[in-house]
């Protein structure tokens, strides 16, 4: 990928930024600032360019099952016509939590926390299935959540 206008090339004192917030979201500007040897000022000035742009997000990391989504699956979906658009309509769905386009099996697939298997069931019938373009879709409700880690780093 080329960098853009909108993403430029991150520097390593970006990177590092990045990788400590990874590690905790919590971590403080001054104490960030001594590890990569800014002012707090200034790493704050940092972190707000890096979220501003859309290079990283800073969030709560939940675990569904403690918050009574018990039902979590990757439904992949089969298009006709302009998979973007259609990605956009599964993207505003609020139970969705992950859209990607790809070029393989499926043309998109979806992430979904839900409340149990009725819920994952409205779902896919009265929201995913009446998009235009959708021909069909293929459930894999996940039996275990075995890893989900959001500390690969900027390698």
Not at 46 to 52: A, C, G, I, K, S
Not at 118 to 146: C, M, W
């Amino acid at each position: 990928m080329t960098p853009s206008k909108k993403h430029p090339p991150l520097d390593g004192v970006a990177k590092t930024i990045i990788e400590l917030l990874q590690e905790d979201g919590r971590r403080s500007y001054s104490d960030i600032g001594r590890e990569v040897g800014l002012s707090e000022a200034a790493v704050r000035q940092r972190v707000q360019r890096l979220t501003e742009s859309g290079v990283m997000q800073i969030v709560a990391v939940t675990d569904p099952m403690q918050l009574g989504f018990p039902r979590q699956a990757m439904i992949g979906i089969r298009v006709s016509g302009d998979t973007r658009v259609v990605a956009e309509a599964i993207a505003e769905i609020a139970a969705i939590d992950y859209v990607v386009i790809t070029v393989g099996s499926f043309d998109i697939l979806a992430e979904v926390v839900c409340e149990d298997d009725e819920d994952l069931l409205a779902l896919i019938n009265d929201h995913i299935r009446p998009i235009d373009g959708v021909l069909s879709t293929e459930t894999f409700i996940y039996a275990k959540l075995q890893k989900q880690l959001y500390n690969w780093g900027t390698r």
